[in-house]
Nanobody, 121 residues
Framework: QGHLVESGGGSVQAGGSLRLSCRVS????????LGWFRQAPGKEREGVATIDSDGRSTYADSVQGRFTISQNNAKDTLYLQMNSLKSEDTAMYYC???????????????WGQGTQVTVSS
């Protein structure tokens, strides 16, 4: 299968915004469910937002209304627009893909290497 490559992480002050990107292979992942997950030090990996092959999205309660998951028209890039960032959003963010729609469970089979997001208060 193809690779998932995240980018767009960085450091931002609380209240700021970041947009994460994940390059996916449109041919490889055209019928896959895609998702964004995060893992903070000492914590388990948790689901942030996912989108299925029909474009339906699911969000964790903690990010609902602040984060938006989307894809470009070519479906070769997955985005996570993060607004009103909080210190508790600090984590390594990963994109993931699977034919099975695991929703927010971190059971996806394919993972990127991650991009760090640090929010300072």
């Amino acid at each position: 299968q193809g690779h998932l490559v995240e980018s767009g992480g960085g450091s931002v002050q609380a209240g700021g915004s970041l947009r994460l990107s994940c390059r996916v292979s449109a041919y490889t992942y055209s019928n896959y469910c895609l998702g964004w997950f995060r893992q903070a030090p000492g914590k388990e990996r948790e689901g942030v937002a996912t989108i299925d092959s029909d474009g339906r999205s699911t969000y964790a309660d903690s990010v609902q209304g602040r984060f938006t998951i989307s894809q470009n028209n070519a479906k070769d890039t997955l985005y996570l627009q993060m607004n009103s960032l909080k210190s508790e959003d600090t984590a390594m963010y990963y994109c993931a893909a699977d034919r099975v729609n695991w929703l927010l469970l971190p059971s996806y089979i394919y993972w990127g290497q991650g991009t760090q997001v640090t929010v300072s208060s």
